[in-house]
Nanobody, 119 residues
Framework: QLVESGGGLVQSGGSLRLSCAASGFTFSNYVMSWVRQAPGKGLEWVSKIHSGGGITTYADSVKGRFTISRDNAKNTLSLQMNSLKPEDTAVYYC??????????????RGQGTQVTVSS
């Protein structure tokens, strides 16, 4: 199970920190991602982190503004979002990949948390 929290309404330029609590599987064994879905649009990948936390990657749209991290001891995935823009408005989902392989596909995601950025 993946349960996201931390979403809300923030002004443009503001910050939010999203969290995802994982349970029911060995969290430290899996690559994890954040994905988002804006109103009327498809699912967009945002960021990915290796099972050990040492490798991360970001979509160009968020690079330099968002930071993904994980605490394997607490089974928690986080996304620090700074310099938020109205176009970041979306439902944000925590997603598990199928294995510890960097190239593995996503195979499960949580229910999501709404992030709304006002201009």
């Amino acid at each position: 199970q993946l349960v996201e929290s931390g979403g809300g309404l923030v002004q443009s330029g503001g910050s939010l920190r999203l969290s995802c609590a994982a349970s029911g599987f060995t969290f430290s064994n899996y690559v994890m991602s954040w994905v988002r879905q804006a109103p009327g649009k498809g699912l967009e990948w945002v960021s990915k982190i290796h099972s050990g936390g040492g490798i991360t990657t970001y979509a160009d749209s968020v690079k330099g503004r968002f930071t993904i991290s994980r605490d394997n001891a607490k089974n928690t995935l986080s996304l620090q979002m700074n310099s938020l823009k109205p176009e970041d408005t979306a439902v944000y989902y925590c997603a598990k990949h199928a294995s510890s392989r960097w190239s593995s596909e996503r195979d499960y995601r949580g229910q999501g948390t709404q992030v709304t950025v006002s201009s």
